[in-house]
């Protein structure tokens, strides 16, 4: 399996991270992604976390799922991004920060 031109191969997991985009200054902002693939055939899926930056529970979901998984048991692959938004995540808010906030009438 090709994972952001990262090759995987059968029976393994690996961790990485993925850029995504980057601040006016071009310092970059990426996610880690995990991924586990199995030994035999079957669908990918993919979880993702912390879409909302208060929402912690999913992120420990994602990474106990795929840190306990043998892919030896597995059929098919697992993808995961335990936090896919990082900006609202660092910054502990519902909404990245950098949203254009409403305007009051």
Known sequence: MELFGRSL???ERTTLRQKVASYPDGTPI????R???????????SLLGVQH???YCGMEVVNRLLGG?????????????P???????????RFSP???RATRT
């Open 9 to 11: 191969g059968i029976g």
């Open 30 to 33: 990426s996610v880690a992604v």
């Open 35 to 45: 991924a586990v693939n199995g030994v035999g055939d079957g669908p990918v899926i």
């Open 53 to 55: 930056g208060d929402e």
């Open 69 to 81: 998984l043998d892919p030896e048991s597995l059929s098919g692959t697992i993808i995961g991004v």
């Open 83 to 93: 936090v896919s938004n990082p900006l609202a995540f660092n910054a502990g808010m």
């Open 98 to 100: 950098l949203r254009p």
